[in-house]
Structures are given as C-alpha cells and as structure tokens.
C-alpha cells in the first residue's frame, strides 16, 4: 500500500508540473475493458499439466494524460485489474484418474506510461498507445477441483510436496498470494479512435493488448514439471477498452478542443 501511495504521489507532482505550462490540455477520465487473460506456461508444482481453458477478466481505472499539441500526448492510469487462468482437462495423480477444473484469479493494480500519437480531423481521431506498465499483485486466490472436491494431502493422504525452499504445501490450496512475484512489468500497445462529443469531452475506444515481461511465480515455486523442465510464467492479455474523457485548456484556465 506504501508502494500504491508513492507512486500515486509521484504522478500527481509529475501532471501538476505540466499544469502550470501554457497552451496545453489536461486530459481527465474514466476508463475500463473486458479482457481475454492468460498465463503463458502453466505451473502445476510438479504435478500432471492440465488443458488450458478460456478464461475472461476486466479492467478499470481513473485516467490523465497531457497533451503537448494535436498529436502528440502521454497518459497514465491508476488502473485495477483481474487476470489469471483457467484449467480444464484429466490428471493422473498416484495412478487414479481425476476431471480438473482449475481457475487462479490474480489481481493487479498497474500503472502505465502511455504514449499517444493521435492523427485525424474532425470529430474522430486514431491513435495509438504504447509504452510500459508497473502491476502491483493485491490477491492471488485459485479453485482447484478434482472430480469436484479437494485431494486429501498429509500422512494419511497424498503426500505433501515441498517447494524450492524445502518447505511443504498444499497445491490446491486457496489461498496462492506467496506463490506470486508482487511485481509484474509489462508491455501495452493499444490501438483505436478518439470520437469527440463536443469541445470538452471524448470517448475514446481501442483494442488494447498486455504482455508480461517478467516471471510471475515466487522463487520457491519454480519448481520444474514431470519432464524435468521450468519454463518462466508470463501474463498475458487483451480486448476491448473504452473511456470517457475531459479536456482541460491550462492556459488561462479555459476549456477548449484540440
């Protein structure tokens, strides 16, 4: 939350600078999107890989952005997400045979630095987003079933297995917050239009795209698959995203178009 806070801090200091500029356009909003969420090569602990299946997330934040002339802008947002996956197939666990449904929500809360390069006239412009993202993850929470129920792990089930630092969990467990890296930097690219409503607002809509570019699984848990391998976990994902925004003319503290 300290971190959230900081970072927060920063940008208003960083678009409070900018106010104080003549001749340029504060830009103020509201945004969200339903997504398509990925994780690029699973983890199961050591445990038979299952199916991937489709899985749908959201997204949703308070936009600003500045606009240095017609075409040219940077944006940042203070955005939350939900990402994850989802499972679905067989597994053979201690030669029985399982139905595997598994869903992991993570949930992110990401800032990106945005830049905008906008062309057009009249009342709809293209643009193009593009430009890196900081996700803080706020929960991790997995439902992991096998014909329904939970696998009975201990002395008098399965038993248990130990991550990387010899330490022993339960895979199907719930709760998965310290099976995550607390850091995910990514890369958006966001493609679309600005259909302006009048002098002051806009709504603006693209397809937007995220790739992680960094491991998502905690050190401990890189453990390596039935064929002895590890592959680093990304995120991953895409879809619709659209906004309402308001301009604000710095200069004189008039409000104009572009």
């Known amino acids: 939350m300290k971190k959230i806070i900081l970072i927060a801090f920063s940008l208003s200091l ?6 104080a500029q003549k001749g340029k356009e504060i830009i103020l909003g509201v945004g969200g999107g339903v997504t398509s969420v990925w994780i690029v090569n699973q983890s199961f602990y050591g445990e038979p890989e299952v199916d991937y299946a ?36 067989k597994q053979n666990i201690g ?6 449904e598994r869903n992991i929500d993570l949930g992110y809360f990401n800032i990106p630095l945005l830049f905008k390069y906008a062309f057009g006239s009249g009342g709809t412009k293209f643009r193009f ?5 900081v996700g803080i993850l706020m929960d991790a929470s997995q439902e992991y079933l096998r014909d329904g129920g939970k696998l009975k792990y201990g002395p008098t089930g399965i038993p248990k ?26 890369l958006v690219v966001d493609i679309g239009a600005d259909i302006h409503l ?20 905690a050190e401990p848990y890189r453990i390596k698959n039935l064929e002895g391998e590890y ?19 710095v200069q004189g503290y008039s409000q104009r178009s572009f």
């Open 231 to 249: 592959l680093p976990s990304n995120n991953l994902w895409g879809g619709v995203y659209v906004g309402i925004c308001y301009k604000l003319d």
């Open 198 to 217: 009048s002098d002051l607002f806009f709504i603006t809509a693209g397809i937007r795209g995220n790739y992680g570019l960094s491991e998502i699984n």
């Open 54 to 89: 489709p899985k749908m997330g959201y997204a949703a934040s308070l936009n600003l952005g500045y606009n240095f002339n017609k075409s040219i802008s940077v944006m940042t947002e203070l955005q939350y997400s939900l990402q994850g996956q989802k499972y679905d197939g």
């Open 14 to 19: 960083l678009f409070s600078g900018a106010y």
């Open 161 to 186: 297995p130990e991550n990387l630092d010899g330490k022993e969990f339960i895979p199907d467990d719930n709760d998965i917050t310290d099976r995550f890296e607390k850091t995910d930097f990514s």
């Open 95 to 100: 030669g029985q045979n399982y139905n595997v």
């Open 129 to 133: 987003l593009v430009g890196p993202q």
